[in-house]
Nanobody, 115 residues
Framework: QVQVVESGGGLVQAGGSLRLSCAAS????????MGWYRQAPGKQRDMVAT???????DYGDSVKGRFTISGDMAKNTVYLQMNSLKPEDTAVYYC?????????WGQGTQVTVSS
């Protein structure tokens, strides 16, 4: 069983920054990547950023140049530095561990950006 826990969400003004943290524990092997997705009310869950064990990163188009994913994959931790936040970044942010055929999700952390 894999447990995934996020932290670091909150309320911030437009143009501000937040840093999200995620730690996974339990039986973790054959992992593809760790990363972040987000879901705004009434919308689908979209990929924000991912990080593979080999260090490759991938970003959603709307966050490129503003968000940075980093982590220590040996410790099963991943971070999301979010800069130049916009009101449209408001969503619940979920950390995910992808195992190729299944995913383990955290409970989510709310990020609210006020204009």
């Amino acid at each position: 069983q894999v447990q995934v826990v996020e932290s670091g969400g909150g309320l911030v003004q437009a143009g501000g920054s937040l840093r999200l943290s995620c730690a996974a524990s339990g039986i973790i092997f054959s992992r593809n990547y760790m990363g972040w997705y987000r879901q705004a009310p009434g919308k689908q869950r979209d990929m924000v950023a991912t990080l593979t064990s080999g260090g490759r990163t991938d970003y959603g188009d709307s966050v490129k140049g503003r968000f940075t994913i980093s982590g220590d994959m040996a410790k099963n931790t991943v971070y999301l530095q979010m800069n130049s936040l916009k009101p449209e970044d408001t969503a619940v942010y979920y950390c995910v561990v992808d195992f190729f055929t299944r995913r383990s999700w955290g409970q989510g952390t709310q990020v609210t950006v006020s204009s």
